[in-house]
């Protein structure tokens, strides 16, 4: 059964940098045609794509948020991260990480990430 586990700090200053982590389980990071994203949701707004890294370690972002954001990957931890810099409020989100195979059909559990002074 694949797992994804979602981990980070959940107070941030604005003008920060956040970095999260997610953490799989049962399954590889590098198994052929899996991708590894990361999406979050604003308070009464919808789901946002971030971004996307790779079996292979290709990495995708949404254009409006590429300046800001990075995901990298430690294949010897099964894990990739998320880097998001010049955070403001309008940051302010749970963020979830999730598997993309055919569509997102693993989530992590999500994890409520708030940018205030």
């Known amino acids: 059964q694949v797992q994804l586990q979602v981990s980070g700090p959940g107070l941030v200053k604005p003008s920060q940098t956040i970095s999260l982590t997610c953490t799989v389980s049962?399954?590889?990071?590098?198994?052929?045609?899996?991708?590894w994203s990361w999406i979050r949701q604003p308070p009464g707004k919808g789901l946002e794509w971030m971004g996307s890294?790779?079996?292979?370690?290709?990495?995708y972002y949404n254009a409006p948020l590429k300046s800001r954001t990075s995901i990298s990957r430690d294949t010897s931890k099964n894990q990739f991260t998320l880097q998001l810099s010049s955070l403001t409020p309008a940051d302010t989100a749970v963020y979830y990480c999730?598997?993309?195979?055919?569509?997102?059909?693993?989530w992590g559990q999500g994890t409520q990430v708030t940018v205030s002074s």
């Open positions: 049962g399954a590889s990071l590098t198994t052929n045609d899996f991708y």
């Open positions: 890294i790779s079996y292979s370690g290709n990495t």
């Open positions: 999730a598997r993309d195979f055919n569509g997102f059909g693993v």
